[in-house]
């Protein structure tokens, strides 16, 4: 086979409507991106414009939409507009918005395909990262479950149920690719239900919600006048919304999955699967990105001090990334008009990485109830201070491993020098 190229687009593209949850009028773009971007949103309306990369460590919310967060950066309703990224095997791109939702315009994921079909999806080089499984496993998430299964290509097995005259029990099998979802699940748009309709306004969704942005029904049959555009429109839209949600792992899919009545939150429950589960290639550096250790560490914001982690040999061995930069929250008091990074922090983070290693000793187990504690330092020596600006490269080596306990030899190097160095002791302990 030959080698497949990470992609992206040729020219930007505008879609501009009303959010279906917020009800707020919002233009996404898209934008070309480098080779290696992934997919990340940018909220052009907020101060700093910030960024929130579409992926499952920014999922904030499940409830009847997916939506990712970073602060006061929230976006909601992703998944229509992550589905048409993920159907055109874009690997790739900047997605400006003006507002909390990208437009829910006819409640399809076809507007945003369109879109992205004429902003031309061109190669950017690169490899892309692909997830794709070893052997068979099952998800189960409330009514939601899911078995995924080894297969070369993406294939989605989708069966729902719901007691309604024009639902009832629908299924159907599907493959994606740019060409399949074009046909069979681009166009199939999303639907509810007049009955929920008081219950949802309540909790403050479906603001912009109309005649045109959705399929409604009644007990009896549609009570908003739309015609369906397939008898089994409503399983094709739950196929859909799984592309999008499974869009957030970062990656390709390679795997056949059997749904049965997917959710949001079972979608989440998936991708989190598959994230960890899964094999991950390519995607070029990092050999593990932030989401991925995320997986394996529990430290967060501000203690989450490893960036990435650029090279695992085996299990002896790794190399992990800090970049240092002004915005660290030490800098504030660590000390004013004279920023340095504290040693104990700069141990910290190289522990962290030594924590990387030594969990990678559990890898293909779940590492959700481990955690990692430091027993000992020995021979810790700073060279030289750490200051904004700096990348320090941690390269640490396994010198023991005996049981749930080991030994490791570090340093930390910026610009080649070394800045720190230190022999730590830890043990894996059940949390
Ligand atoms: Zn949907």
Known sequence: MPPIARRSI???ATVAGTGLHTGATTEATFLPAPAGRGIVFRR???????????RLTEVEAVERRTAVGRGDATIHTVEHLLAAVAAHEI??????????????????????????????????????????????FTVTEGESSYVVAPAK???????????????????????????????ELARARTFGFTSEVAQLQAKGLIKGA?????????????????TLRWADEFVRHKAADIVGDLALTGARIRAHIVATRPSHSGNIALAWALARAGKRTGGGEPAMDISRI???????????????????????RIVGIKNVTINEPFFQGHFPGHPIMPGVLIIEAMAQVGGMLLMSHFEGQNVDDKVVYFMSLD????????????????????VQFRGKTCRMKGAGYVDGQVVAEAEMMAMVVDR
Do not use: C
């Not at 052009?44 to 579409?54: F, I, Q, S």
């Not at 999806?121 to 990262?129: H, K, L, N, R, S």
């Not at 109309?210 to 739309?226: K, M």
């Not at 021979?379 to 396994?398: A, C, S, Y």
């Open 10 to 12: 040729a020219r930007k």
């Open 44 to 54: 052009t309306d907020l101060a700093g414009k910030p960024e929130v990369p579409a």
């Open 91 to 136: 690997d790739d791109l900047t997605i400006d918005l003006t507002g909390p939702e990208p437009p829910i315009l006819d409640g399809s994921v076809q507007p945003y395909f369109e879109a992205l079909a004429k902003a031309g999806p061109t190669e950017v080089g690169g490899e892309p990262a692909v997830l794709s499984v070893q052997a068979p």
């Open 153 to 183: 290509g993406f294939r989605l097995t989708v069966a729902i149920e719901w007691p309604h005259p024009l639902i009832g029990h629908q299924a159907g099998s599907y493959e994606v690719t740019p060409e399949g979802f074009a046909a």
């Open 210 to 226: 109309s005649a045109a942005t959705a399929i409604v029904l009644d007990e009896r049959g549609i009570a908003n006048g739309v």
């Open 294 to 316: 995320m997986d394996y560490l529990p430290h967060r914001y501000p203690f989450l001090l490893v960036d990435r982690i650029i090279e695992v040999e085996g299990r002896q």
């Open 379 to 398: 021979n810790v020596k700073f060279r030289r201070p750490v200051v904004p600006g700096d990348q320090i490269r941690f390269e640490l080596d396994m």
